[in-house]
């Protein structure tokens, strides 16, 4: 036998979900043990994981693309723990007294750049304080010349000017003195410390300053009060994550020259700082090339790809891989416990709810079957799960109970409903309350039918409504028999009708190319589909 076949068989005799928990051993979710490492917690994308091994393991790009709440993000995330922290580098800007618009850039191992900044900052603050005494000692002998000429003739003249020179000294050299030790500081662009991971950056949704660095302006130009260049370096997100991992969901929403400039980082793996703003004084700043050796993980719905640069995506393809996430795993003794693993999970990571015991996650789990939309399946599409783990979780909080029971969850589902779910509710009181559609019996010419509602949500269920649709044939006045349909329906319920009255015409004893078909759907104002 097939290990297909076998699976099947697996997943065709399993227990109804109330039978099935009565063979757990557990009395709340607490006592599981949840695994320490992020990839290990990662629920039904086993081939997914896998490649984030590889890809980790071998510094390959990874492209995931799926529906939301499938765990792009978190499997992101876990891969910082496969790559190897004794690489991790730190990245110091210096002035160039050379190329004023230049900075040097200077490339240490980790924690080393801290340790030079803070020593220059030291040695320049040691030369203030040398100075600042060296001025101090100056206007104090001038101050006593003119106190001691004072005293010796009462002429408070020379004590006035004495007074006068000591202030203008004074004034005179404290600006310039803070522009020059300024200068000799260089400034920690990336820094790390002995043993940190490796960085993990999420830059989605970032605009091109923050993801390509920039220069910040300087209002004071010229007169001795400018900041020097190397100081207004401002790393991006791709320079942080040199030696680890840069997140970007929902790619295809960067502006075309981001991500040109991101291949570009990527095919050098290095790329200088400059200033986004051509109205800004940065604009004329071009640092020298900033290392940027990251791993890209992109993510996205299928629609990503459609708004990919070309280059870009033959990139990834390239030189890394692409995953397409799976939305449901089958439903076995395994899987089942892994959904109970989840929400362990989840109160874990909430940190303010209580466990949940195994008559409130068979109701998780009976969820997760319903919500996966296909019989032997469950559904992977765990943010939304997550949602009612969490309101469940209130439920109990609100009751003062330390343990989450079933009738939460039975609660919960009510409370968390969708906004299309809450809208297709709705629209059944409607109908009740003017009695459109009958519950027995029959009548010619009238039937129930199930519609969907927003069917393109990217939610993690559907919601629909029984709709009734009223038929009646009567006689083409152009001879030309047609169909028309009232109420606002979508693409796929227009197909269906078209569906419909072929197979009607197909099978119907009266000849209906003379007679019009009209179909009302009633009560559509809000559109429907299916």
């Known amino acids: 036998m097939s290990d297909e076949s076998k699976k099947e068989e697996s997943v065709n005799s399993m227990p109804p979900v109330d039978e099935w928990i009565e063979g757990e051993n557990f009395n709340s979710t607490d006592e599981l043990e949840i695994p320490d490492m992020m990839a290990d917690r990662v ?43 004794d690489e991790l580098e730190d990245v110091v800007a210096y002035h160039n007294p050379q190329d004023f618009n230049e900075p040097r850039i200077r490339v240490l191992p980790a924690g080393k750049g801290k340790a030079i900044v803070d020593e220059q900052k030291a ?4 030369q203030r304080a040398q100075k600042n005494n060296l001025m101090l000692y100056v206007i104090g002998i001038i101050v006593a010349i003119g106190v001691v000429y004072f005293i010796f003739t009462q002429n408070a003249t020379l004590l006035w000017v004495a007074v006068l020179a000591g202030f203008l000294l004074f004034m005179i050299y404290r600006t310039p003195g803070q522009k020059n030790e300024t200068m000799i500081v260089p400034k920690l662009l990336v820094g790390h410390d002995a043993g940190d991971m490796p960085p993990f950056v999420d830059a989605t949704g970032t605009h091109a300053g923050a993801l390509l660095g920039d220069v910040r302006h300087d209002p004071f130009q010229s007169g001795g009060l400018e900041t020097p260049s190397h100081d207004r370096l401002e790393p991006g997100c791709i320079h942080k994550a040199n030696k680890g991992v840069l997140f970007i969901d929902e790619i295809n929403l960067l502006r075309i020259e981001s991500q040109q400039a991101l291949l570009t980082a990527m095919q050098e793996k290095r790329l200088c700082i400059t200033g986004q703003s051509e109205r800004s004084s940065g604009a004329l700043v071009k640092s020298e090339p900033v290392p940027t050796d990251f791993i890209l993980v992109c993510a996205g719905n299928l629609d990503a790809i459609q708004g990919m640069h070309p280059a870009l995506r033959s990139r990834i393809r390239g030189y890394g891989y692409e995953v397409y996430m799976r939305n449901t795993m089958d439903d076995n003794d395994e ?5 109970i693993r989840f929400i362990a999970q989840e109160v874990k990571k909430d940190g303010k709810i209580p466990g949940f015991d195994k008559y409130a996650s068979a109701e998780i ?3 997760a ?8 399946k469950l559904t992977l599409r765990f943010r939304e799960l997550g949602g009612l783990v969490r309101v469940a979780g209130d439920m109990a909080v609100r009751d003062k109970r330390k343990v989450v029971r079933r009738d939460d969850v039975i609660l919960a589902r009510s409370i968390a409903r969708s906004l299309e779910q809450q809208i297709a509710d709705r629209s059944v009181e409607g109908h009740k309350a003017y009695e459109t559609f009958h519950t027995s019996g029959y009548e010619v010419g009238m ?12 939610m993690a269920e559907y919601s629909g ?6 038929a009646e044939v009567t006689p083409s006045p152009s ?3 047609g169909v028309f349909v009232t109420g606002k329906l979508g693409d796929i319920a227009k197909e269906a009708v078209e569906n419909i009255s072929s197979v009607v015409k197909k099978f119907a004893v009266t000849d209906l190319n003379e007679k019009d078909i009209h179909l009302q759907y009633i009560g559509t104002y809000d559109g429907v589909e299916g």
Do not use: C, W, Y
Not at 61 to 66: A, N
Not at 447 to 458: E, H, K, P, R
Not at 465 to 470: E, G, N, Q, Y
């Open 123 to 126: 040695l320049a603050a040691a």
């Open 365 to 367: 789990i009976r969820e």
């Open 335 to 339: 899987n089942r416990r892994h959904i």
């Open 369 to 376: 079957q319903r919500r996966a939309g296909r019989k032997g």
């Open 479 to 481: 001879k030309k028999g």
């Open 43 to 85: 629920i039904g994308q086993d081939a997914a994981v896998d490649v984030i091994r590889k890809a980790a393991s071998q510094r390959r790009h990874v492209m995931l693309i799926g529906e939301p709440g499938t765990g792009k993000s978190m499997l992101a995330n876990s891969m910082v723990e496969f790559l190897p922290k």
């Open 447 to 458: 039937i129930n039918g199930l519609a969907a509602l927003n069917a393109s949500s990217n």
């Open 465 to 470: 409504i029984v709709l009734p649709l009223v």
